[in-house]
């Protein structure tokens, strides 16, 4: 990918990093605002990317090892490993290979670089598509397992678990391979920007609505108790700050990445635009900070795991 990546490819270039300490540069046109631009190095990019993979193969191994983790809910935990997993590596893939390009040390023909970096681009988009769908399938599962706790079974079974992973992963492969065949379109970035405000939302409401549920069954406790006053206020501040981990990390790390592409609609040419634009690779990182976080908020917190 060039080094004008966000223009040229949906998912930008990965390899226009150079020293890690924070500088300023003009714009491009040199009339406009200073940036500050955070590079990354690419030893630091390709080493998060490494732990990421390490960590989310651990999840997928124990998962798949352990017959007690074989429910739906580990299911699709599984599957959001395996999607930052795929996250990754693919990210590592591309960078690896462009660096060696760039070197001389992988000698390619042009036509050959291409249809590989397409098939990079497409594992890329694919992964973060399912990545998200995954992470709003597990708020699912858990808002059914706490309101339809007697029904919950019934309701979320293997087959329809199966069903819906299979729909998932379809329709990210499907979505990703039209996002990069025409990733020119100002209707390929509205969709995606659309796709991650529709997964923050319906995070958001249901993980409140399950907060507001807790709190309300730590009250009828505390009134068993007759200590009315200190469980329900503990108890709601410890959820309400695992709340806004989860949703605040969920945010940080995916929110720069879909800030960019909103740009790019909306004021592709503008200079202060442009500052944004320069920060690609840290928004592209946030990403696989995002894949080495996930286990420790949605596996490694089982005791099971």
């Known amino acids: 990918m060039s080094g004008q990546g ?3 490819r949906l998912l930008g270039s990965l390899n226009g990093t150079s020293p890690a300490t924070p500088h300023f ?11 500050l631009e955070v590079s990354i190095p690419d030893g630091l990019f390709l080493s998060l990317g490494l732990v990421s993979v390490v960590e989310n193969v651990l999840v997928v191994a124990a998962i798949a090892k352990n017959r007690n ?11 959001l490993a395996v999607s930052d997993l795929l996250v990754s590596v693919s990210n590592v893939l591309e960078t690896a290979v462009m660096l060696l390009v760039a070197a001389g040390t992988l000698a390619a023909q042009a036509a050959v670089v291409q249809q590989l970096d397409d098939i990079i681009d497409v594992l890329i988009c694919g992964s973060m598509v399912s990545s998200l769908c995954f992470l709003g399938a597990i708020a699912v599962d858990r808002y059914l397992s706490i309101f339809y706790a007697l029904r919950y079974h019934s309701i979320v079974t293997l087959p329809r678990a199966w069903r819906a992973i299979s729909a998932i992963w379809v329709a990210s492969v499907l979505s990703s391979t ?12 509205l969709c995606l920007v659309s796709f991650f405000v529709a997964m923050l939302v319906l995070m958001a409401v249901l993980y409140v609505h399950m907060l507001a549920r807790a709190c309300q069954h730590a009250r009828g406790i505390a009134r068993l108790h007759k200590r009315q006053h200190f469980i329900p206020q503990g108890f709601g501040l410890k959820g309400a700050a695992t709340l806004t981990i989860l949703l605040g990390i969920f945010f940080l790390c995916w929110g720069p990445f879909f800030l960019h592409l909103s740009l790019m609609v909306l004021c592709p040419q503008h200079p202060i635009c442009g500052c944004v634009f320069q920060n690609f690779n840290l928004f592209l ?7 080495i976080i996930d286990p ?6 089982s005791q099971e795991l």
């Open 69 to 79: 983790l074989h429910s739906p809910m580990y299911y699709f935990i599984g599957c």
């Open 25 to 35: 540069e003009l714009a491009a046109n040199q009339t406009g605002p200073r940036c």
């Open 296 to 301: 420790f908020i949605y596996a490694f917190r």
């Open 178 to 189: 039209l996002f990069i065949a025409y990733y020119n379109h100002t209707a390929v970035l």
């Open 6 to 8: 966000p223009q040229r």
């Open 285 to 291: 990182t946030l990403i696989i900070c995002n894949s």
